[in-house]
């Protein structure tokens, strides 16, 4: 069982056009990251969100951690060629008695193609 | 700017063969991370050192699996016995923190295969 469902798997789109990638859990997160992957490179942090209902903005990019600290989406504006990657969410699980895990626990990713 | 690094980058093993992989931090991090990355799977966690000590190993899959820090800086993932579903990427994680929003920054990983 996988305990961040990341969706959709896999998204060709044309430049231009708008996209959200999604981020479901069952389990509470103390906090959230955002990979973006290159190919034969390691993850590259692209932001991190702590506070439920967090929403934050990168140029074309905005980023939305959910209430009850359980989910997160990405949403990419007028996507560009050079947005082509394997887009990875990451949770810090929330211990009971407070504080966080030190490991990340990933999603399987969502390999975006953009195409000119 | 020095960001972490892995050596060697790419390794070909022979089944049954030993593996070294190194990773060398960010200066300065105190905890350090290594993951196993399957070809199209997100990255698994394997262990976790702060500084010297290694205070979670409980992604490490067999006991062939090994990783130490001595120096609480660089650190070595020995893979012992390797076998065909060794092969994956294995990443190397930092952080500066050791508890807070988790924020790790990666290496750029070590392709390992094993024949």
């Known amino acids: 069982t996988q305990l961040l469902e990341q969706s959709p798997q896999f998204l060709s789109i044309q430049e231009g056009e708008n996209l959200t990638v999604y981020c479901n859990s069952s389990s509470v997160f103390s906090s959230l990251q955002w990979y973006r992957q290159e190919p034969g490179e390691g993850p590259v942090l692209l932001v991190t969100v702590v506070t439920g209902g967090e929403v934050k903005k990168l140029k074309r990019l905005t980023f939305q951690f959910g209430d009850a600290r359980k989910d997160s989406s990405l949403h990419i504006t007028a996507a560009q060629p050079g947005d082509t990657g394997l887009y990875l969410c990451a949770g810090a699980l929330r211990k009971n008695y407070g504080g966080s895990q030190g490991n990340l626990i990933f999603g399987k990713g969502t390999k975006l193609s953009v195409k000119p | 700017g020095a960001g972490v690094s892995q050596s060697p980058r790419y390794k070909v093993a022979k089944r049954g063969q030993d593996v070294a992989l190194r990773c060398d931090p960010i200066s300065g991090h105190v905890s350090l991370f290594w993951y196993q990355q399957a070809l199209g799977q997100g990255p698994e966690f394997l262990t976790y050192?702060?500084?010297?000590?290694?205070?979670?190993k409980s992604g490490l899959p067999s006991d062939r699996f090994f990783a130490e820090r001595p120096e609480g800086s660089v650190s070595t993932l020995k893979i012992q016995r390797t076998q065909q579903e060794d092969s994956a990427v294995y990443l190397c994680?930092?952080?500066?923190?050791?508890?807070?929003?988790?924020?790790?920054?990666f290496g750029p990983g070590t392709r390992l295969t094993v024949t």
């Open positions: 994680a930092s952080s500066f923190l050791v508890v807070g929003p988790g924020e790790q920054y």
């Open positions: 050192f702060q500084n010297e000590a290694q205070l979670d």
